[in-house]
């Protein structure tokens, strides 16, 4: 064969082998403890976050007022007769005005807006809404 | 013995005593350029050391080791497109220096010889060093290469007939 090797090249292999062996061992070793740091910090900024997010979910919701509208009273689920308000109960004259009840027919009013509508309404209306709430088979205080 | 990590380092070493030769001059032999062939063997010391586990002992050491030599070998000419053109650079010099001096015609021919060796394929390439310079079995080729026998022999055919007409082309 006509290739050479340098003289001393045989006696150096080994040294520098076992050496570069050590070094890229520690290389390695030093890049786990590295990934498995970041591996820990992220699992713990996760935790917090999902802790902070389940911490403020808990709001209390606005206590609402609804309030039945008598044309769109709806049919209770039992089947239990609705009772219509009679007309005894009713002041003769007047009736509460559609506009007034439409705004706070079945659906969620706001308090403040719900506020201002009852300081609108006169006492007879509030008598003719009282005795509704009172018929009402939704509410607590249903009549038998 | 090199799963034990006490006796690891030590045993590592000696190893390295045995076959860092023969190992050299067959990776030395496919790939020409002596820095090429010196990083190559440290890897496959390198590899050597990391695997050790893997070792079942179904092969015997050296077969195992040539092995890794030969793959690592295949890597570097996967990686480096132009190492054919680096190693004919390499023999050209050594036959310009070899035709400036006193030498013998066994020198040149050797020369011409490796550069025959060099316009081979790989497989035939591999086969034939380690059938010719090496001495090995068909058999324990075939536990290095991965090939069959009947495979080698075809190889080892077509690469003595490729050289043969090399040389007569460029005597």
């Given amino acids: 064969m006509p290739y050479k090797a340098p003289d001393d090249f045989f006696e150096n292999v080994a040294r520098k082998t076992l050496y570069e062996v050590k070094m890229r061992d520690r290389k390695s070793q030093h890049t786990i403890y590295l990934w498995r740091s970041v591996a820990v910090a992220a699992s713990l900024a996760a935790v917090g976050f999902l802790g902070y997010f389940i911490l403020n979910r808990d709001v209390k919701p606005e206590t609402q007022i609804v309030v039945q509208d008598s044309k769109s009273a709806v049919q209770p689920i039992v089947g239990t007769e609705v009772v219509q308000p009679s007309v005894d109960t009713l002041p003769a004259k007047k009736v509460i005005s559609q506009e007034k009840v439409q705004s706070a027919v079945v659906k969620e009013v706001p308090s403040e807006n719900m506020d201002e509508i009852l300081a609108d309404l006169t006492e007879e209306e509030l008598l003719q809404m009282a005795a509704m709430i009172k018929t009402d088979p939704f509410s607590g205080e249903f009549e038998q | 013995m090199m799963k034990d990590p006490s006796t690891k380092d030590k045993v590592f070493l000696q190893l390295i005593g045995t076959y860092q030769k023969p190992l050299y001059w067959h990776i030395r032999r496919l790939v020409v350029s002596h820095e090429d062939a010196e990083d190559i063997l440290q890897e496959t010391f390198i590899n050597v050391y990391r695997f050790a586990d893997s070792f079942k002992g179904e092969s015997r050491i ?110």
């Fill in chain 2, 62 to 171: 050296f077969t195992w080791l040539y092995r890794i030599a030969t793959n690592e070998c295949t890597k570097h000419f996967r990686k480096n497109k132009n190492w054919l053109k680096k190693a004919e650079a390499i023999t050209e010099k050594m036959l310009s220096d070899f035709s400036g001096s006193d030498t013998d015609n066994d020198e040149v021919m050797l020369v011409k010889f490796q550069q025959a060796i060099l316009q081979l394929p790989e497989k035939q390439k591999v086969v034939f060093n380690l059938r010719y310079y090496d001495e090995l079995s068909y058999e324990e080729i075939s536990q290095i290469t991965d090939s069959s026998v009947n495979t080698l022999k075809t190889n080892y055919h077509y690469a003595s007939e490729k050289i043969k007409q090399y040389l007569i082309e460029h005597a």
